[in-house]
């Protein structure tokens, strides 16, 4: 079963617009992570965010961590055509990943 | 480091067959997993192995499915036999066993196809 539902599905931005992703998940975690998958190719990580952690940054990513609400948003700055993909959450439980549905980020030029 | 390496990337075959896919995980990773995607879904777990020691096969379809890691390195996924709905992209993914919780390295995949 799928532990994450990712919101919105579908996105379509210009370049050079920020996109924001939200996760939402039902159980205690241990670590939530993101996860970038291109068209025709196996998943990219690009973040993990351990439950005593709040937000962390890499480069144009920033990703929120709400255990509380069991909600996560992956915000991407300045976007590129580049970055368009399908973007995962997957919650963590010792290793164990389950993965939402996704959101499809389209980034036009 | 080379990637997570499978084979083959496209499968074609009629239900009630059987297939193979392969999988070379990055070296020195420990874990191994066997995911299947279905078309519009994130990635379902179907295999977890440590070394060449199943961790968690929960969610495999043990009538059909199959699966082993011989000497804790390749990995094998077998249908058999196959069925419409396991028309999908069967992903492998490693991962190390260092100290704290680490990512998970994906192949391109195997995508199959039921007729």
């Known amino acids: 079963s799928q532990q994450g539902e990712e919101d919105p599905q579908a996105l379509s931005i210009q370049e050079g617009e920020n996109a924001t992703m939200n996760c939402s998940y039902k159980?205690?975690?241990?670590?939530l992570q993101w996860y970038r998958q291109n068209s025709g190719r196996g998943l990219v990580h690009l973040i993990l965010?351990?439950?005593?952690?709040r937000e962390k940054h890499s480069g144009r990513l920033r990703v929120t961590l709400d255990t509380s609400k069991k909600s996560s948003s992956l915000l991407i700055t300045a976007s590129r055509a580049a970055d368009t993909a399908s973007y995962f959450c997957?919650?963590?439980?010792?290793?164990?990943?389950?993965f939402g549905q996704g959101t499809i980020l389209t980034v036009h030029p | 480091e080379a990637g997570v390496a499978q084979s083959p990337r496209y499968k074609i075959i009629e239900k009630r067959q059987s297939v193979a896919f392969w999988c070379n995980p990055i070296?020195?990773?420990?874990?191994l997993y066997w995911y299947q995607q279905i078309l519009g879904q994130g990635p379902k777990l179907l295999i977890q192995?440590?070394?060449?020691?199943?961790?968690?096969d929960s969610q495999l379809p043990k009538d059909r499915f199959s699966a082993e890691r011989l000497k804790g390195v390749d990995s094998t996924l077998k249908i058999q036999p196959a069925k419409l709905e396991d028309s999908a992209v069967y992903l492998c993914?490693?991962?190390?066993?260092?100290?704290?919780?680490?990512?998970?390295?994906f192949g391109d995949g195997t995508r199959l196809s039921i007729l």
């Open positions: 997957a919650t963590s439980d010792y290793g164990k990943l389950t």
């Open positions: 159980t205690s975690i241990n670590n």
């Open positions: 965010i351990r439950s005593n952690e």
């Open positions: 070296s020195g990773h420990a874990t």
């Open positions: 192995f440590q070394n060449n020691g199943v961790v968690d």
């Open positions: 993914a490693s991962s190390s066993l260092r100290g704290g919780p680490q990512p998970q390295h």
